[in-house]
């Protein structure tokens, strides 16, 4: 298994088909620099780096103020972008506006991953339309391609108190949260076919199969295990 935290090494790169186009945008919710790259706040970036390596992407570039990266997924070798917005988390339906009026792609063709402090940790579940439920990336999502994008939302938990939600989803997660964050990453990898054919539900289902979400004590609080 890729370690998410030292990913070791990689396939060679997938080179897409003279001219091929791009179909699917996925995008992660994140912070950049070093400062940001472990925190909860940052899951949607692990996980594309897990799939950048998993699927042997090509190497990261930048360009639309993100870091993207071209490759292929799925047996119909789906034509796929990868993108970091590197706008800062609240900003980031900037950065993908650009992407998406550059390969003349809608709404419902971008994916976003991201951490949801309203699922339970390991939780998984996708979602298509409504509001953003305070999540200020999302707001930013929706007010720049409208309401129609697809999301990949990420159960990181709830500090048990809303003053603690900055500093909780801007820590990094803890060993703890390892145990489970990492198999869920491999298994949204070894799932993403199905995401990639418009499957959204067979994708959950199968993601949660193989990662089923840690059972914990309801009394217990997450900041506990930092």
Do not use: C
């Amino acid at each position: 298994m890729l370690s998410l935290f030292g990913l070791g090494t990689q396939p060679s790169p997938a080179r897409l088909d003279e001219g091929g186009d791009v179909m699917l945008i996925l995008s992660g919710q994140g912070n950049p620099g070093d400062k940001y790259a472990k925190n909860r706040h940052n899951a949607g970036f692990l996980v594309l780096d897990h799939i950048h390596a998993a699927f042997g992407f090509q190497p990261w570039r930048s360009k639309f103020e993100s870091e993207i990266a071209e490759g292929s997924i799925g047996p119909d070798r789906t034509k796929v972008l990868l993108v970091k917005p590197q706008t800062f988390y609240n900003e980031t339906g900037r950065a993908l506006s650009k992407v998406t009026q550059f390969y003349k792609l809608g709404a419902e063709d971008v994916v976003v991953l991201h951490d949801e402090i309203d699922l339970a940790p390991g939780r998984l579940r996708m979602k298509q339309g409504g509001g953003h439920s305070g999540n200020n990336g999302i707001r930013s999502m929706i007010a720049h391609l409208g309401p129609d994008i697809r999301r990949v939302r990420i159960g990181v938990g709830h500090p048990g108190d809303k003053t603690k939600v900055m500093p909780y989803v801007l820590s990094d997660f803890s060993k703890a949260d390892l145990e489970w964050f990492e198999p869920l990453t491999k298994a949204i990898a070894d799932a993403l076919p199905f995401l990639a054919e418009g499957n959204d539900e067979r994708f959950q289902t199968e993601v949660m199969r193989l990662a089923p979400a840690p059972k914990r004590d309801p009394k217990q609080r997450n900041s506990s295990e930092d």
